[in-house]
Every structure is written in structure tokens, then in C-alpha cells.
């Protein structure tokens, strides 16, 4: 009866069962698809990839001569029974004392046919011998080839370095690191604790990390990145380096799944100077400078905390195009400025001997300025430092104000707060802990030199700043000061 009943059924409904036809169709084929997207965001085997690029990566071994080992002192007590046979057994070996050779390990990356391979400056700093392992295969050097330094980077910590083999070389290209997005897979090669050739993936897990130096932009990533890994690529699912494995944050030492990698585009302006002129020649624009804080822009008069307050001018580029202390960078040829980090990228980034248009926030008003760039690597070292000039009368008389008590800058201060021997001010004696200025970081030995953009030479010049700045209904005042003779801006609450 079923069989027949159903079968009547149908016959009797054709639209019906057209209707669930057509849906089991439609499922079937959105499973499909489903199907297909998930297998297109996750490759079965990375087996190709690493086929493509695993013979352009390389194992990196360094000697380097270091001092012998000092003779242990006071192993065991002097007169113990012990002592006797001690000193026999240091003099039977002390020609272990004689200096002898160390080896390192790392990793890096062939970028072109000739020979030219990237690292990490850490992995080679000191060698006075480096020799390269490729990865076993036909049409590879099967001895170790010894490696030439064309030139390094300790900003970057990356290296280029050079070998002559005896065929072309393969060899992998850079791609761009700022498409890479977080959540996209990355692959990281390298020789980890030794064991030789190895791969690890991952994902990008950050992006625009910066760890402790001013042009640094790493990639972060789960991929395993160990000791030994260190200059190793990190490829993207197309074959392309994203970035060089430079650091891990571990408390161990081991992977714990945080590693980072100078960005692709960081490294290769890099190495495009080293093989060019075997060292870098980056941008000098010439300023001390500090972020702008929210009260800052306030009190400088700005609606909104954007750019970088100039803190000062000394003798260099920035000086000669008629920039000042206190102006606000807006702009940089051409590219909006958010903060320090990425003026200072951005100034380095650009050519030497360039001129560039440099729009600052000066007196309520913008103005443009053109600047060219000196060379960051010629300036390094050089006394940058500026003197107001004039002497300051001795003035032994304390005041409190703001939550500060400040006396005058006196000759025999000068030398203890690294003050030129003409600079006016007013030294910080003390400060109360429960007020805005200690939350603002100042310090007993701070000294101010400018409250309200003018100078101070007694504390009736501040008190007149500070009456000012209440008369025109500011919230806050603005004072440069000087710590070490390192110079910032704080604007200061006026309800102390």
C-alpha cells in the first residue's frame, strides 16, 4: 500500500515535487561551494610551496675568536686538603686559557643569481668567518661556500652579505609586506637550534610591531620561530619573503608562539643602500621631537593631538630652512603625520639630499616650509645641542606654584643638571606627589626654561605666564623643559 500510496501522491502533485527537487539541487550545490572556499582558504599541503622556495634558504655558521677562559678562583677554601690537587689540575690544563674559536649558527636567504644573500646583523656581528650550507639538492653547492659582509644595519639588524658559486643560484624575491593582513598564512624557514632546514607555519598575528628601534615595523607571527631561525624568511602562500625572522618574546627561550620579523619593505630599502654604497644613507631632517598629547594641543591651540611638536632646532637642515621649536609638523612631503614613530620612518625613508615640502602648526596658523634633507649617519654623534644664551642672575629665593616649588638656575647647578653655561631657566626642587605635575612625570632637577612660549630667567617671569595664560581662559600652560639637557614640552593643568 505505501509503495503504491506515494506513488499516487506524486503523480498527484507534480509541482511538489518539482519544488523539492529544485531546493535539494540548490543545497547541494551551496555545499559544494562551501566546500570549495574552505579548501581555498587552507591548502591540503604547503608540500609545493616549500618545494618552490626551500632551496634558495640557507644555513648560516660563524667563527669568531674569543678570549680564553680566566683560571676559577676559589673553588675550594684555601688550606683545604683539596687545594693541592685543584692546582695540579689547573696547570695540566691551562692551555685552556689560550684563546680559541667560537661557532654560531643562523640563517638567511638567497635574493639574486650572483650570490647576494640577506641575514640578520646579529648572526654575522663579530664573525671573522662565515660560511654558507645550502639546501641539498641537484644544481646546488654541495660544499660550503664562505661568505663576504657587503655591508650591515644594527637599526634594522639586517645584513647582505655575498658569495661566488659556481652556478647560478636560486633564488626568492621580496614581496609587499603592508598587503600582508592579520589572519593571513605565513611560513617561516630557517635552521632552528641547529637541527638544519626546517619550516613552520602560521598566521600573521600583528602587524606594525615596534620593539625598541626607531625605523623598526615587525610582523608578528605563531608561525615557530626558535634560535637559529634568526634571518630566515617569512614567505607569504605566494612564494614571496614578507619579512626577515629577527626576535621571539619568550620567558624560556623557546618558541611560545610570539615571534617577530622586520617587514619586507623595512629591508628592502635596506639592502637596496647596502648593495648600492655598502652602508645605509638615510634622511636627516634635524628636530628633537615629542608626541602631542591631548592637553599639549590644547594648549598649543590645536583641535586635535595630530603630529609632532618640535621640542628643539639644533644646527642642521631643519634650522637653515627656518623651523622652530614649538612648531607642529602636519605634514611631510606630501604624507599626513601622526606621530613620532612615523616621522622618523618616514624621514629616513627619504633620499638624501632631497628637498621636501614640511607643513607645521605655528602661532594658530599652518605654514610651509622646504627643507633639504641631510644624512641621519653623518649627524649621529654630533653635538646637538643648543644654548639660550645670556647669564642668569643668581636668585636664591623658592617659590610653589602648580604644585611645583622652583628657585632660579644657579652657576654651581649647571654642571649637575648638564646646563650649558648660558642657559636661563628655573630648576624643580621639589614636587607634590598628589599633583598633576607629578602625574606628568616632573622631577626635582627638571629645570623649566619656557612657560607660554617665552623664556624664564626668574620666577616672577612664570607667575606673569601663568596670570596670562588664566586671563585668556586657557585650561593649562605650556613649558619646555630640560632633563639631562634633553628638552620636552608639558602643558601643565592651572587648578593646582
Not at 505505501?2 to 535539494?24: C, D, E, Y
Not at 607569504?236 to 615571534?259: E, F, Y
Amino acid at each position: 500500500m505505501h509503495p503504491i500510496s506515494t506513488t499516487k501522491a506524486v503523480a498527484q502533485n507534480p509541482a511538489q515535487a518539482g519544488w523539492r527537487l529544485f531546493w535539494m539541487v540548490v543545497l547541494g550545490t551551496a555545499f559544494l561551494v562551501v566546500q570549495s572556499l574552505a579548501a581555498a582558504a587552507r591548502p591540503e599541503s604547503l608540500a609545493p610551496l616549500a618545494e618552490k622556495v626551500s632551496p634558495a634558504v640557507v644555513n648560516i655558521t660563524t667563527s669568531t675568536m674569543v678570549e680564553g677562559r680566566t683560571e676559577p678562583q676559589g673553588i675550594v677554601p684555601e688550606g683545604s686538603p683539596f687545594e693541592d690537587f685543584f692546582r695540579e689540575f689547573q696547570d695540566r690544563n691551562r692551555g685552556g686559557n689560550r684563546p680559541r674559536r667560537s661557532s654560531a649558527l643562523g640563517s638567511g636567504f638567497v635574493i639574486s643569481e650572483d650570490g647576494y644573500i640577506v641575514t640578520n646583523n646579529h648572526v654575522i656581528e663579530g664573525a671573522d668567518e662565515i660560511e654558507i650550507e645550502f639546501f641539498p639538492g641537484d644544481g646546488q653547492p654541495q660544499d660550503l661556500l664562505p661568505a663576504v659582509v657587503v655591508g650591515t644595519d644594527p637599526n634594522t639588524d639586517i645584513a647582505l652579505l655575498k658569495v661566488e658559486a659556481p652556478m647560478p643560484l636560486t633564488f626568492v624575491k621580496f614581496g609587499d609586506s603592508d598587503t600582508a593582513r592579520v589572519g593571513d598564512w605565513v611560513v617561516a624557514m630557517g635552521n632552528p637550534l641547529g637541527q638544519g632546514f626546517s619550516l613552520s607555519a602560521g598566521i600573521v598575528s600583528a602587524r606594525n610591531r615596534a620593539l625598541s628601534g626607531s625605523y623598526d615595523d615587525y610582523i608578528q607571527t605563531d608561525a615557530a620561530i626558535n634560535r637559529g631561525n634568526s634571518g630566515g624568511p617569512l614567505f607569504n602562500m605566494d612564494g614571496d619573503v614578507v619579512g626577515v625572522n629577527t626576535a621571539i618574546l619568550s620567558p624560556n627561550g623557546g618558541s611560545i608562539g610570539i615571534g617577530f620579523s622586520m617587514a619586507s619593505n623595512v629591508v628592502t630599502k635596506v639592502v637596496g643602500q647596502l648593495k648600492e654604497f655598502g652602508e645605509t644613507r638615510r634622511g636627516w631632517l634635524g628636530v628633537r621631537i615629542q608626541d602631542v598629547t591631548d592637553d599639549l594641543a590644547e594648549a598649543i591651540g590645536m583641535a586635535n593631538s595630530e603630529g609632532v611638536l618640535i621640542t628643539d632646532v639644533p644646527e642642521g637642515p631643519a634650522k637653515e630652512a627656518g623651523l622652530l621649536a614649538r612648531d607642529v609638523i602636519t605634514s611631510f612631503d606630501g604624507f599626513e603625520v601622526a606621530d613620532t614613530r612615523e616621522l622618523v620612518r618616514r624621514v629616513g625613508d627619504t633620499e638624501v639630499g632631497k628637498t621636501v615640502r614640511v607643513v607645521v602648526f605655528r602661532d594658530g596658523k599652518t605654514e610651509t616650509l622646504r627643507v633639504t634633507l641631510g644624512r641621519r649617519e653623518d649627524a649621529v654623534g654630533a653635538d646637538a645641542s643648543s644654548s639660550e644664551g645670556g647669564n642668569v642672575a643668581p636668585d636664591e629665593t623658592e617659590k610653589e606654584l602648580l604644585g611645583l616649588t622652583v628657585g632660579a638656575v644657579r652657576d654651581d647647578m649647571r654642571e649637575e643638571l648638564n646646563l650649558d653655561a648660558g642657559t636661563k631657566g628655573l630648576v624643580i626642587l621639589s614636587v607634590d606627589e598628589t599633583s598633576g605635575a607629578w602625574e606628568k612625570g616632573l622631577r626635582a632637577g627638571d629645570v623649566i626654561t619656557e612657560a607660554g612660549q617665552t623664556k624664564l630667567g626668574s620666577i616672577s617671569d612664570l607667575e606673569d605666564q601663568i596670570s596670562a595664560a588664566r586671563d585668556a581662559g586657557r585650561k593649562s600652560i605650556f613649558l619646555m623643559v630640560r632633563r639631562g639637557g634633553e628638552p620636552r614640552f608639558v602643558a601643565l593643568n592651572l587648578d593646582e
